[in-house]
């Protein structure tokens, strides 16, 4: 079978090889699934990996199979498999347990190991092939109604997990009743997070950096009930005389330097989600460190970090995503901007994420079969 590769390490070594088709059997306590692959999502962690950032090849290979946002077909269920058969639609989970306590225990987003194995990203091959086995244990189940849209489920999960964590810290509070958030960042991420702020009942307000008019992701932050406003016209301090500070701020822009203007646009008791990874060497100057201290300290602010995400953040995802469509049908079917059919057309979609502005793309993705 086909596959999307890289040489990782290597810059821009994207390429197709040639595998052998998995097999149930490959998972040996019966609980293997032999899955048919329908989409796979790419992203700015593709681009990354292909651009030689990070990516680490599964042990005995010299490649790693790319691909973690997917969607799939079960073709066959090993014999302890109850809860699957042939005819299922189905997401896969991206991290697989390593060793720490967190892992043993299905909290393997949690790890505190330094080598982690995810799927299409670190030591597993991903989904950006025809086929692939999985044990049954990390594949979630998609209604058929949302089968068209369910390839955003993956990086949703991201945010379910944020959304959660936040929920679990804010249990110190006894009573929390947030009004409004920020989302700064209206990439997919962003998008993803205005829409399920929304459904939360949040004010939702979506910050980024392009003008607003003939700006689809701002056509969608406001289609989802939330205001959307350019960084470049209204700074996030300036937004908090608009606004009023935020309860709950969520930040997914890839440019750290905003997150010092987040934690004092934040209400207090409220709270601040980091999820952008930043691995460059940016520093900032004039950081005005008493007043953010102090206020954090005073108003019993809180900021926390979130990535990854595990099984109980992809079965939320699956409500939302059907939530979406019950209460904004065809919003998340907006998003997807950019198909591509065939993994052969892989030059194409590295074409468009080098150049996701360029091609005013939200979310590009493989057709491998149809649905
Ligand atoms: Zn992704």
């Given at each position: 079978m086909k596959a999307v590769a890289v040489k990782p390490k290597t810059q821009n070594s994207v390429h197709l090889v040639e595998m052998d088709k998995p097999s149930v059997s490959d998972i040996k306590d019966g609980r293997g699934v032999l899955v048919e692959v329908l989409r796979v999502g790419a992203c700015g962690t593709d681009r990354e990996i292909n651009n030689?950032?990070?990516?680490?090849?599964?042990?005995?290979?010299?490649?790693?199979?790319?691909?973690?946002?997917?969607?799939?077909?079960?073709?066959?269920?090993?014999e302890n498999v109850k809860?699957?058969?042939?005819?299922?639609?189905?997401?896969a989970t991206v991290r697989r347990p390593g060793t720490s306590i967190y892992d043993t225990i299905g909290e393997q987003d949690f790890t505190t190991d330094d080598e982690y194995f995810e799927r299409g990203i670190s030591r597993l091959h991903g989904y950006m092939a025809e086929f692939y086995s999985e044990s049954s244990d990390f594949l979630v189940k998609i209604p058929p109604k949302i089968v068209e849209i369910a390839i955003l489920l993956e990086p949703l999960s991201i945010i379910e997990k944020g959304l959660k964590q936040a929920s679990d810290i804010q249990e110190r509070l006894k009573i929390w009743h947030p009004k409004t958030a920020a989302v700064l960042g209206t990439g997919s991420v962003g998008l993803l997070a205005s829409?399920?702020?929304?459904?939360?009942?949040?004010?939702?307000?979506?910050?980024?950096?392009?003008?607003?008019e003939g700006y689809l992701?701002?056509?969608?932050?406001?289609?989802?009930?939330?205001?959307?406003?350019?960084t470049a016209e209204l700074t996030i301090p300036d937004s908090?005389?608009?606004?009023?500070e935020y309860d709950l701020i969520f930040e997914c822009t890839g440019y750290s330097p905003i997150v010092f203007d987040a934690m004092q646009a934040l209400n207090q008791n409220g709270v601040l989600i980091l999820s952008s990874v930043t691995g460059g060497s940016r520093t900032v100057d004039a950081v005005p460190a008493d007043k953010i201290n102090q206020q954090f300290v005073l108003g019993n602010r809180v900021m926390f970090g979130t990535v990854n995400a595990n099984r109980e953040h992809f079965e939320g995802g699956v409500k939302d995503?059907?939530?979406?469509?019950?209460?904004?049908?065809g919003w998340l079917g907006r998003m997807l901007t950019h198909k591509v059919e065939?993994?052969?057309?892989?030059?194409?979609?590295?074409?468009?994420?080098?150049?996701?502005?360029?091609?005013?793309?939200?979310?590009t993705y493989f057709e491998v079969s149809k649905i």
């Open positions: 030689g950032e990070y990516g680490v090849a599964p042990p005995g290979f010299d490649f790693l199979v790319l691909g973690h946002e997917n969607l799939g077909r079960v073709v066959e269920v090993g809860e699957l058969r042939p005819g299922d639609y189905v997401v829409m399920a702020l929304s459904l939360r009942g949040y004010e939702v307000h979506g910050f980024g950096r392009d003008k607003r992701n701002a056509e969608l932050v406001e289609a989802v009930g939330g205001t959307y406003d350019s908090v005389k608009k606004y009023g995503l059907a939530l979406c469509e019950a209460m904004y049908a065939g993994l052969d057309n892989y030059a194409r979609v590295f074409e468009i994420l080098n150049n996701a502005g360029g091609f005013k793309a939200i979310k």
